[in-house]
């Protein structure tokens, strides 16, 4: 049996804990792995403003510097694999083996990129 993770939204760059919360079940022991929070409508409002807020900033970021933050983002993501794919199965019902020795990967693959690419349409 292990130990239930409690998540946060992240929100404007601050951690928010809403009052309600939502269990994740593995679908194949009936265990709650974690908890989940349920965004208020207060919360998503604050969500959406805040995105519109640093859209014009983010957006006026060359290219080169937008991909080293998504690059950052893809390392993390790889990095957390296994983690992240153990915790899709289980919350799918599915079989661990199916994701980690073959099956269907939900991970982009890695496509290296140089930077005078990122303007070219093939890119």
Known sequence: MSIAKAHRL????????EKETMPVIDKYTGETIGT????????????IAAAHEAFPSYSRLPAHRRFRILEKASRLLAANQEEIAATICREAGREWTHLS????????????????ELYMPRC
């Open 101 to 116: 020795r073959g099956g269907p990967s939900y991970m982009p693959h890695k496509r290296n990129c140089q930077i005078h």
């Open 10 to 17: 992240l929100v404007d760059g601050k951690w928010i804990e």
């Open 36 to 47: 989940v929070p349920v965004a208020s409508r207060e919360t998503v409002g604050k969500a």
